[in-house]
């Protein structure tokens, strides 16, 4: 069985990400938070623009004000206002100093601020108590960054950090790679979508909604598809439906060996490449990676039917790869954490095991406490309201407690 560092590193390459020009938009600054940059962002400017003031003070010629003290205070006399948006009028001359405002421009002549705290004024008349640096206070033209410098690079995921400068480089409208269209299908004859009532022996699709749910979560465009029954024919049509639809395409159900489970038998007969048929992994051990070649390239999983696996083998394996595909650089792989756990933790050691909990963070690092219940995949009650996987490697029966493990945390941490 393929172990779940291979499975990771084949669906990763079997992506094709959105690509320029053809896959990007333009869209409105005020929407843009999430969204992945598809060009790089430069800026006609330097940053700082100009030289300014860290400070409500005095900018003053750094000569005048070097040796004073609270003892022998300068004297100085203030020839001009500068506000912040206010173009400087005069050059400080020896003796004199211009009041200044956090942000507004340096007036010539003047090389360092002093801060309104250490200073008495009145009237024109400036003492300063207390001598400044040379240059204190002054943020320098191109400090921070030089004009045509590349601020951000494509493939970042914009944060109100990036935000920020892409507003300060005059990006009104920002280019972004679309979203990602993801179709989800439900397999199985006992299902009902939610809402319907159940007859003897039926049973709620509640993976639809999950992966869905998951699937917006990240950025992507869910496009449920319904719930598929268990013949050729019926999955055959579904399949080849959703592939008209959707970059990607998950189905849930019908990847075991069971008598009814014809996922793998129809992507086949469709002209699918199978790439992964089981991966050692607990829970999610059938999960199917198919490709189907261009024009509609359609990169296909099929997630195991237990709710539980469904969506443990969609965070491990299906979000990495829509990221990527979404025109992600960088930071698509899972981002691991090192905790401990208070009760020792089991496995059967034979495949990589996922264990869900709560993870906290302590002054002591990173706790992760084993949910409550059974942990069965098909358990879907007491997967709600945990935030991480705890993973035991392959051939580790027991992970003793206090001792250092890898958690995957799968929704935002707590405190304490
Ligand atoms: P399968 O992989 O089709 O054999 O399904 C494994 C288990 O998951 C069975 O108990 C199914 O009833 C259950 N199951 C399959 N699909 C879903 C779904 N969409 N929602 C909830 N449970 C499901
Ligand atoms: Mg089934």
Same mark, same amino acid.
Request: contains cysteine.
């Given at each position: 069985?393929?172990?779940?560092?291979?499975?990771?590193?084949?669906?990763?390459?079997?992506v094709?990400?959105l +690509?320029?020009?053809?896959?990007?938009?333009?869209?409105? !600054?005020?929407?843009?938070? %999430?969204?992945?940059?598809?060009?790089?962002?430069?800026?006609?400017?330097?940053?700082p623009?100009?030289?300014?003031s860290?400070?409500?003070?005095f900018?003053?010629?750094h000569?005048?004000?070097?040796?004073?003290?609270?003892?022998?205070?300068?004297?100085?006399?203030?020839?001009?206002e !500068?506000?912040?948006?206010?173009?400087?009028?005069?050059?400080? +001359?020896?003796g004199?100093?211009?009041?200044?405002?956090?942000g507004?421009?340096?007036?010539?002549?003047?090389?360092?601020?002093?801060? +309104?705290?250490?200073?008495?004024?009145?009237?024109?008349?400036?003492?300063?108590?207390s001598?400044?640096?040379?240059?204190?206070?002054?943020?320098?033209?191109?400090d921070?960054?030089r004009? %045509?410098?590349?601020?951000l690079?494509?493939?970042?995921v914009?944060?109100?950090?990036? !935000?920020?400068?892409?507003?300060?480089?005059?990006n009104a409208?920002?280019?972004?790679?679309?979203r990602?269209?993801?179709?989800?299908?439900?397999?199985?004859?006992?299902?009902?979508?939610?809402g319907?009532?159940?007859?003897?022996?039926?049973?709620?699709?509640?993976?639809? *909604?999950?992966?869905?749910?998951?699937?917006?979560?990240? %950025?992507?465009?869910?496009?449920?598809?319904?719930?598929v029954?268990?013949?050729?024919e @019926?999955?055959r049509?579904?399949i $080849?439906?959703?592939?008209?639809?959707?970059?990607?395409?998950?189905s849930? %159900? #019908?990847?075991?060996?069971?008598?009814?489970?014809?996922?793998?038998e129809?992507?086949?007969?469709?002209?699918?490449?199978?790439?992964?048929?089981?991966?050692?992994?607990?829970?999610g051990?059938?999960?199917?990676?198919?490709?189907?070649?261009?024009p509609?390239a359609?990169?296909?999983?099929?997630?195991?039917?237990?709710?539980v696996?469904?969506?443990?083998t969609?965070?491990?394996?299906?979000?990495?790869?829509?990221?990527?595909l979404?025109?992600? @650089?960088?930071?698509?792989?899972?981002?691991?954490?090192? #905790?401990?756990?208070?009760?020792?933790?089991?496995?059967?050691?034979?495949?990589?095991?996922?264990?869900?909990?709560?993870? $906290?963070s302590?002054? +002591?690092?990173?706790?992760f406490?084993?949910?409550?219940? *059974?942990?069965?995949?098909?358990?879907? !009650?007491?997967?709600?309201?945990?935030n991480?996987?705890a993973?035991?490697?392959?051939?580790?029966?027991?992970?003793?407690a206090?001792?250092a493990?890898?958690?995957?945390?799968?929704?935002?941490? $707590?405190?304490h």
């Open positions: 069985m393929l172990p779940v560092a291979e499975a990771e590193a084949k669906i990763l390459n079997l094709q990400p +690509q320029s020009p053809q896959d990007v938009e333009r869209v409105e !600054i005020g929407a843009a938070v %999430g969204r992945v940059l598809a060009a790089p962002i430069s800026s006609p400017l330097d940053f623009h100009w030289d300014n860290a400070m409500d003070g900018a003053v010629r000569a005048d004000v070097a040796g004073c003290s609270a003892e022998h205070p300068a004297a100085l006399q203030i020839v001009e !500068i506000p912040a948006g206010k173009v400087p009028q005069q050059t400080v +001359q020896p004199e100093a211009a009041r200044i405002l956090t507004a421009m340096m007036p010539t002549g003047a090389d360092t601020v002093v801060m +309104q705290e250490v200073t008495r004024r009145e009237g024109d008349r400036l003492q300063i108590f001598a400044p640096q040379p240059q204190e206070f002054v943020r320098h033209r191109g921070y960054h004009a %045509g410098d590349v601020l690079a494509p493939g970042v914009l944060t109100p950090s990036e !935000i920020a400068v892409l507003a300060a480089a005059q409208q920002v280019p972004v790679y679309r990602v269209r993801v179709a989800v299908l439900s397999t199985g004859d006992e299902l009902v979508p939610p319907q009532p159940l007859k003897l022996g039926q049973i709620v699709d509640s993976n639809q *909604s999950a992966i869905c749910a998951a699937i917006a979560q990240i %950025g992507a465009v869910p496009i449920p598809l319904g719930c029954s268990d013949t050729p @019926a999955l049509q579904a $080849t439906h959703a592939r008209t639809q959707a970059d990607v395409v998950i849930s %159900g #019908g990847v075991s060996v069971g008598d009814y489970d014809y996922v793998e129809i992507l086949q007969a469709l002209g699918g490449t199978l790439h992964i048929r089981a991966v050692a992994i607990k829970p051990k059938p999960l199917t990676v198919a490709t189907f070649a261009p509609d359609t990169l296909y999983f099929g997630l195991p039917g237990n709710p696996s469904a969506l443990v969609f965070w491990r394996f299906v979000q990495p790869a829509l990221r990527k979404a025109g992600q @650089a960088g930071g698509y792989h899972p981002a691991w954490v090192w #905790g401990r756990s208070p009760q020792s933790l089991r496995a059967d050691g034979k495949r990589e095991t996922y264990l869900w909990g709560r993870l $906290t302590t002054a +002591q690092g990173f706790e406490t084993l949910a409550g219940g *059974s942990h069965s995949s098909g358990n879907l !009650i007491n997967l709600a309201q945990t991480a996987l993973m035991l490697p392959v051939g580790h029966l027991q992970i003793a206090g001792e493990i890898a958690i995957l945390p799968i929704a935002p941490l $707590t405190r």
